[in-house]
T-cell receptor, first 116, second 114 residues
């Protein structure tokens, strides 16, 4: 069964360092999402891609976070420099189309980031 | 803005019992979707059940069913004959019709006890 892949699963870093997370969506899924899930909270959308284009990055802290999906397939989320408050689970999800119709989002296992 | 509230941070029930998780939401939209997602420990989040707001009939998926009260803006999840594998975080979520953005509640941690 096709799944969303993410790596690494766990990352420990010191504040002011740079970190990067990778996501490979389900094959054929044009829409890709990055969420941040702080401990004890529900996921919050950071950025949404349709193919290689950003559809929504209104909640992405652009001074330190960046995301790209250069070929419209896999995606990288980067934080530079990391801060203590960035400690969270970073989830990637993908869905089949973006057309206003309901398409289920499939989630990856996440990357748990700890900033020391 | 839409909000989703889950008032039960944590619950525990014995295996084979029935458990109900509560969720309320606030929106001015008339057309929307509601979801329950399950996030098992160290595993990916999966969709358990969804409800279209225009449908009066409550959705069911095997042992999982919802009680959707549109006027009261309430959307509870009932798990019947609970199993150890149901142990997980459960998130109630909202999506406006025609949108892709999911608004999640803070979750309810459910423990099924042997």
């Amino acid at each position: 069964e096709a799944e969303v892949a993410q790596s690494p699963r766990y990352k420990i870093t010191e504040k002011s360092q740079a970190v990067a997370f990778w996501c490979d969506p389900i094959s054929g899924h044009a829409t890709l999402y990055w969420y941040r899930q702080i401990l004890g909270q529900g996921p919050e959308l950071l950025v949404q891609f349709q193919d290689e284009s950003v559809v929504d990055d209104s909640q992405l802290p652009k001074d330190r976070f960046s995301a790209e999906r250069l070929k419209g397939v896999d995606s990288t989320l980067k934080i530079q420099p990391a801060e203590l408050g960035d400690s969270a689970m970073y989830l990637c999800a993908s869905s089949l189309v973006y057309s206003g119709s309901l398409n289920e989002q499939f989630f990856g296992p996440g990357t748990r980031l700890t900033v020391l | 803005a839409q909000t989703v509230t889950q008032s039960q941070p944590e619950m525990s029930v014995q295996e084979a019992e029935t458990v109900t998780l509560s969720c309320t939401y606030d929106t001015s939209e008339n057309n929307y979707y509601l979801f329950w997602y399950k996030q098992p420990p160290s595993r990916q989040m999966i969709l358990v059940i969804r409800q279209e707001a225009y449908k009066q009939q409550n959705a069911t998926e095997n042992r999982f069913s919802v009680n959707f009260q549109k006027a009261a803006k309430s959307f509870s999840l009932k798990i019947s004959d609970s199993q150890l594998g149901d142990t997980a975080m459960y998130f109630c979520a909202f999506m406006k019709y025609g949108d892709d953005k999911i608004i999640f509640g803070k979750g309810t941690r459910l423990h099924i006890l042997p």
